[in-house]
């Protein structure tokens, strides 16, 4: 009678635990229950610069209401570089030209919902910015020999070319032209010189 009491409990024993190991667990999508859905999803600004971070604007829903996670992809010329919950991507990872997309996905406790991938973007380009011209000699006499030396930036790091224009009393004396230098000869004392620079980066012209 005993050992048939022991094989009883060892039979109730072992039902228990394999009920208990065939319980569901928690990333097991209930029927009734639906995967979060991102909606819409875009890049802003839609036409961005080199030195101006990125960032996406979506919408998502969870028709239980479920808390949601997000998971942003950026890729840049179809590579992907970076993956998380990072929804701004800083500038060095892209440079002109570069075109750029995301993946946004949604996911709740259960597991996450379909990707929604952004339109594409295509980062412009920037003129160059001349920031200041200096005259030299600084005090000239008749006849000096005068340089005009801009300094200036690119955003997108191109190249820069300058032209000069050279007026005296406010009237152009010059044609644009690629000489920075300005025979002074012939001028007398107060005449009054100076150089319109413009810059460009061969695609764009920069402010004068």
């Known amino acids: 009678m005993k050992s048939f009491y ?12 394999c009920s208990k190991g065939d319980r569901p667990v928690a990333y097991n999508r209930p029927a009734d ?13 839609e036409q961005p610069t080199s030195d ?23 890729y840049v010329d179809n590579t992907l570089v970076q993956d998380g919950p990072g929804q701004t991507l800083e500038p060095g990872k892209y440079t002109r030209d570069s075109e750029v997309y995301a993946e946004v996905i949604a996911a709740d406790s259960y ?12 980062v412009i380009n920037q003129p160059p910015v001349i920031t200041v011209v200096a005259l030299s000699p600084v005090d000239p006499a008749p006849g000096a020999l005068l ?26 004396v010059t044609e644009p032209q690629e000489s920075n230098t300005f025979d ?23 402010k004068p």
Do not use: H
């Open 6 to 17: 022991s094989i009883i409990c060892m039979t109730v024993l072992l039902l228990l635990s």
């Open 33 to 45: 229950n639906a995967a979060p859905e991102v909606s819409t999803a875009a890049i802003f600004p």
């Open 52 to 74: 101006k971070a990125l960032t996406i604007e979506f919408a998502a829903k969870d028709r239980e209401g479920d808390p949601m996670q997000f998971t942003f992809r950026w």
């Open 111 to 122: 597991s996450p919902g379909n990707p929604f991938r952004t339109k594409t973007v295509t």
């Open 147 to 172: 340089t005009a030396t801009p300094t200036a930036t690119d955003p997108d790091g191109d190249d820069i070319k300058y032209s000069y224009q050279w007026k005296v009393n406010g009237k152009a």
């Open 184 to 206: 002074t000869k012939g001028l007398r004392k107060k005449d009054m010189v100076f150089a319109v620079v413009t810059s460009t980066d061969r695609q764009l012209e920069g």
